[in-house]
Nanobody, 116 residues
Framework: QVQLVESGGGLVQAGGSLRLSCAAS????????MGWFRQAPGKEREFVAT????????YYADSVKGRFTISRDNAKNTVYLQMNGLKPEDTAVYYC?????????WGQGTQVTVSS
């Protein structure tokens, strides 16, 4: 079992920045790809970014490309999402997940609110 705890959400004005963190605990973190998803009110959860275990492969949703950066520190069992140039449409609950094969774990989410 892997437990994921997100932090770093909050209220920010449009154009501002936030850095989300997702700390993993429990069984080994080794080999897991990590991702960030988000869910806005009344909408389905959508993909934001993902990073491979090695950190060499990173993919982003078109809506955040060039503004968000995903990174990880395997020594700290933590994945980050640096969000710059935030827009009101980025307002959502942000979730991290850990994936290895068919096994997927989710965190409880952290709220990000961007005011215009």
């Amino acid at each position: 079992q892997v437990q994921l705890v997100e932090s770093g959400g909050g209220l920010v004005q449009a154009g501002g920045s936030l850095r989300l963190s997702c700390a993993a605990s429990g069984r080994t973190f080794s080999g897991y790809a990590m991702g960030w998803f988000r869910q806005a009110p009344g909408k389905e959860r959508e993909f934001v970014a993902t990073i491979s275990w090695s950190g060499l492969n990173r993919y982003y949703a078109d809506s955040v490309k060039g503004r968000f950066t995903i990174s990880r520190d395997n020594a700290k069992n933590t994945v980050y999402l640096q969000m710059n140039g935030l827009k009101p449409e980025d307002t959502a609950v942000y979730y991290c997940n850990a994936t290895k094969g068919t096994t997927v774990y989710w965190g409880q989410g952290t709220q990000v609110t961007v005011s215009s």
